[in-house]
């Protein structure tokens, strides 16, 4: 009971003393205030990009692998995949007859060409050969129109679906459906239009700009050495759950369809949304440890200006410190009433903190990527401003609740 009333009464003197002193409290302030927009800011930045990059990456699917000539991230020298052979379309056909009712598999090889409607042109446009599957592998759909169709690619036909981008980019407000244009040298149907995806920020694919068309057909116009052009696997586990198990079933399948022995390594990779999120999170960690590292540095600073602050506080009222001791105050008391105070000044920064960092959040959000403050960062940012204070406030606390009344009497 006796310290509930002595945190009450600690808490009062604080305030009045505060408003008494209202701009210096504000000026002691301000340093926690940018330190605490520094750190938030931060914290809703590295986690604005984490939903940009899952973003960006989404069509890759969770629950697809990659066979691939060369893995995503590269850990090694260029030289251990340089001389890896290409996937082949005749190993596309055995690895899908080994997981048919299993899984879907589905091929795709991809170059940069340019692209032009009547007079005007759109340059290192994707094209895409791929199959009626692709849909399935990945989150992406036609918007207008349709998508490819077996017939399309057992017919080798000219047709393509084109990204967002491109067809605004060649159309304008036009339906492109039922037109035609040209992808280098040859014409093709515009089928569909798939669905606004979006641009990416990490140098990612801009699905916007992509053209499917049938991998025959792409074989056939832009393959070379017989049409043999280095082909992508994508193959839809059954379920996300099994996707480690399913993993290494693809890893054999491909080992038996190239005759390796084993002792021999592969020669080929398993790519999967996972290897970009592991090699994503390991930088972003780093980035933002330093990044929390050198916004620390801003709390710290103000944290010594409160620590000032209140030994001139302390100093200013020692015979007021003398006079509460003198009629019964206890050491208790003293403390508690100046780590109130630079407590109260460190949580208003950090109150006024977090508003400006909310502006600055939902301008980031409007503009540049997805953030928001979650109520977990508004915790942490309230928790650190006041602990600052108390930590910051401990030692003229301290000092002043080991004063001698006699002395601190005396003090002019």
Not at 122 to 145: A, F, H, L, Y
Request: charged letters at 20%.
């Amino acid at each position: 009971m006796k310290l509930t009333l002595d945190i009450s009464e600690s808490f009062k003197i604080a305030l009045a003393a505060l408003q008494a002193n209202k701009a210096r409290g504000g000026l002691t302030a301000l340093g926690i205030i940018i330190g605490i927009v520094a750190v938030i800011t931060t914290m809703t930045a590295a986690n604005g990009l984490q939903i940009s990059f899952r973003e960006s990456f989404a069509s890759v699917g969770s629950d697809v692998l990659y066979v691939s000539q060369r893995p995503w991230i590269q850990n090694g020298p260029n030289f251990q995949y340089r001389n890896r052979p290409a996937i082949t379309m005749n190993e596309v056909d055995s690895l899908e007859r080994r997981l048919r009712g299993r899984a879907v598999v589905n091929p795709s090889m991809g170059r940069n060409q340019a692209v032009k409607y009547e007079t005007k042109v759109i340059d290192n446009s994707r094209v895409i050969g791929t199959t009626d599957k692709q849909v399935i592998v990945s989150n992406m759909v036609p918007e207008k129109g349709r998508f490819l169709m077996p017939f399309d690619v057992e017919y080798k036909k000219h047709v393509a679906v084109i990204g967002s981008e491109i067809a605004e980019g060649l159309f304008g407000d036009f339906d492109p459906v039922g037109r035609k244009f040209k992808i280098g040298m040859h014409k093709f149907t515009i089928i569909g239009v798939m669905e606004t995806q979006g641009g990416s920020i990490f140098g990612g694919p801009n699905y916007d700009r992509q053209i499917f068309i049938p991998i025959t057909t792409y074989s056939k116009v832009f393959g070379n050495s017989g049409g043999r052009s280095n082909v992508d696997i994508a193959i839809k586990a059954p379920s996300p759950d099994v996707m480690e198990d399913f993993e290494y079933e693809v890893i054999g399948e491909m080992r038996k369809i190239r005759g390796l022995k084993p002792i021999e390594k592969d020669d080929f990779s398993i790519n999967k949304l996972d290897s970009l999120l592991d090699a994503y999170n390991s930088i972003m960690g780093v980035v933002v440890l330093v990044g929390l590292a050198i916004t620390g540095i801003s709390l710290f600073v103000g944290g010594v200006g409160v620590m000032n602050i209140m030994f001139v506080s302390v100093t200013e009222r020692t015979k007021e410190i003398g006079i509460r001791k003198a009629i019964g105050a206890r050491q208790r008391s003293i403390l508690m009433q100046f780590l109130f105070e630079a407590a109260v000044i460190c949580l208003f920064g950090g109150i006024v903190g977090l508003t400006i960092a909310a502006l600055i959040t939902e301008l980031l959000n409007q503009t540049l990527m997805p953030a928001s403050l979650s109520l977990g960062i508004i915790i942490i940012a309230l928790v650190v401003s006041v602990l600052v204070g108390v930590i910051s406030g401990f030692v003229p606390a301290y000092r002043g609740a080991k004063l001698d009344p006699i002395e601190a009497l005396r003090y002019e």
